[in-house]
């Protein structure tokens, strides 16, 4: 047995454990980290090959492993733009140079240029929406661009559709040819009358009324008649652009919309074709007409405020009420999730260990789902993190002593001659 090889054991027994306090020391200082992942150290022998007739020491090798497929605690706040993941998957992010990483660090607040950025810097990775549904490449990161809520500030929207819905009186009177609304007359009359607020491609509103007129041309038959407002004369007939869309209507003996197909389309004013689907009307002896019509649209106005919905879906809120879709946060994950390479802002990046990155949105297949206006938390338990220290203290000064132990030996054996 080599006196130097004690002391070169006892030396790797307190490196391993210096190794060990270390991590325990970077588990201790991001206790309260958002999304931080354990570190552990692990001890395995290394054995010097030796004649059997001596031993000879051999020492202790550390491998530091993390533990980031244990998930941390997931805790609200106050902010929408915070996100937590349930399940399986990490926030694609990108730093100031476009690099990309993996993360589930999801503090994200808007910087100036309103694009979403965590604590550590990184900027929050999205597919646009404002050109129809994505094509999501499985194993790459293509398509990406960073999610920036001020695209979408002021917009406008033109009305393209719409939804009338209600009963008709089966008994309100029938409207003699020659004073039908779709005659546009001095002298036109109607069975009810309702006005209708749409936009045209640059957010004007255009005010329509639609008129609901019995007609006699059958028992159960009506027709629907739409004018713009403004060309209205005095308030009513007769309008001088004429109809924008006269809709005959039929009903069954059960008082069931027999017309096919249940829709109809209008020319906004200055702006697109809407269609407007009237399937869910019907005839009935109410005693009155109870119509209710409603149409998509709006004004320009700013972006209020951001929801953002399990399925990763990002919708702008408007000041005036108005929601829409533009953009789509992905998740990804690779085939073996623990052996990703941690770097500095909590973020992660892929080797040969870990495998190639899968992308896919959030509750789709093995992917978990977003949640908004909440953190997940570190995965380090305090009390575990204290007991493995003392334990590594201990270990250290037996470490130390054998080295000690080693050292007075060769004073003796140094001492022999004299």
């Known amino acids: 047995m080599s006196i130097f090889g004690i002391m070169r054991t006892g030396v790797s027994g307190m490196a391993a454990q210096g190794n060990k306090l270390g991590a325990v020391s970077d588990n201790i200082a991001n206790v309260n980290t958002v999304g931080y992942k354990r570190a552990s150290t692990e001890f395995s022998s290394l054995i010097s090959e030796g004649n059997h007739s001596s031993y000879n020491s051999g020492g202790v090798e550390t491998t530091t492993r993390y533990a980031i497929s244990d998930e941390g605690l997931i805790m609200g706040s106050t902010s929408k733009t915070d996100l937590a993941i349930k399940g399986n998957g990490f926030f694609i992010v990108t730093d100031a140079g476009g690099t990309s990483y993996m993360t589930r660090a999801g503090a994200f607040v808007p910087n100036g240029k309103y694009e979403l950025v ?10 646009p929406l404002q050109n129809g549904d994505p094509t999501v490449i499985a194993n790459s990161l293509d398509g990406l661009e ?7 500030a002021y917009e406008a ?3 393209t559709e719409g939804t009338l819905k209600g009963v008709l009186d089966s008994n309100s009177a029938v409207i003699p ?20 607020v749409t936009y045209d491609s640059l957010g004007n509103k255009k005010f329509l009324d639609v008129y609901m007129a019995k007609t006699g041309t059958g028992p159960d038959t ?13 308030g009513g007939f007769p309008y001088t652009g004429g109809p924008l869309a006269t809709v005959p209507l ?6 069931q919309l027999t017309t096919a197909p249940a829709t109809f389309n209008v020319m906004i004013p200055g702006g697109s074709a809407a269609t407007i689907d009237f399937s869910q009307v019907s005839q009935v002896a109410t005693g009155e007409t109870a119509l209710e019509l409603s149409v998509d649209g709006n004004a320009p106005s700013a972006v ?5 919905a399990d399925d990763g879906t990002v919708y702008a809120v408007f000041e005036n009420g108005a929601r829409r879709a533009t ?17 500095s802002g909590n973020v992660y990046s892929v080797n040969n260990k870990s495998g190639d990155v899968l992308v896919g949105f959030p509750e789709t297949g093995s992917m978990g789902s977003i949640r908004s206006g909440a953190l997940e938390q570190s995965n380090v338990d305090l009390a575990t993190e204290l007991t493995l220290m003392i334990e590594s203290q201990r270990s250290y000064t037996a470490n130390s002593k054998v080295f000690q132990t080693g050292s007075e030996i060769l004073d003796v054996l140094v001492n022999l001659k004299r």
Do not use: C, H
């Open 118 to 127: 965590n604590s550590a810097g990184f900027y929050l990775m999205g597919y």
């Open 146 to 152: 960073r999610i920036n809520l001020a695209n979408v």
């Open 157 to 159: 929207n033109p009305t």
């Open 177 to 196: 040819a020659g004073t039908l609304p779709s005659d546009n007359l001095a002298g036109s009359t109607y069975s009810s009358k309702a006005s209708i």
């Open 222 to 234: 009506w027709q629907a008649v739409v004018f713009n407002q403004a060309t209205a004369t005095a």
């Open 250 to 255: 039929a009903f069954g003996p059960t008082g």
């Open 304 to 308: 209020d405020t951001v929801e953002i």
């Open 327 to 343: 953009y789509r946060i992905p998740l990804a994950t690779v085939p073996s999730v623990d052996q990703l390479t941690p770097q």
